[in-house]
């Protein structure tokens, strides 16, 4: 059974920092894709970031670019995200993803999900 566990969130001020960490059972994580997205109160659900275990290859969504760094650790089969320079309108639910392709912020075939873990940013 495949699980992701996402933990790291909390409350933090605005220009902060937050890592946040999502491990992984059940599905071995050196070639596939992993990423985060995000959902905001009211909003849809949105991509983040996404990298290629293989090769290390990162993508993000120009709201965060800059900002964002994702990262895995292939022997721990764990994903990371590190968010800096955190913003008010960064505030949602996180949850991490991954799937056997995709393209960027297109996922295809089996895709799991993590239940989230929540980042509040206060101004």
């Known amino acids: 059974q495949v699980q992701l566990v996402e933990s790291g969130g909390g409350s933090v001020q605005a220009g902060g920092s937050l890592r946040l960490s999502c491990a992984v059972s059940?599905?071995?994580?050196?070639?596939?894709?992993m990423g985060w997205f995000r959902q905001a109160p009211g909003k849809q659900r949105e991509w983040v970031a996404t990298?290629?275990?293989?090769?290390?290859?990162?993508f993000y969504a120009s709201s965060v670019e800059g900002r964002f760094t994702i990262s895995r650790d292939n022997a721990k089969n764990t994903l990371f995200v590190q968010m800096n320079s955190l913003k008010p309108e960064d505030t949602a639910m996180y949850y991490c993803?991954?799937?056997?392709?995709?393209?960027?912020?297109?996922?295809?075939?089996?895709?799991?999900w993590g239940k989230g873990t929540l980042v509040t940013i206060s101004s």
């Open positions: 059940g599905y071995t994580v050196t070639s596939t894709c």
């Open positions: 993803t991954l799937a056997d392709y995709c393209v960027r912020d297109n996922y295809y075939g089996e895709q799991y």
């Open positions: 990298i290629y275990t293989s090769n290390g290859r990162t």
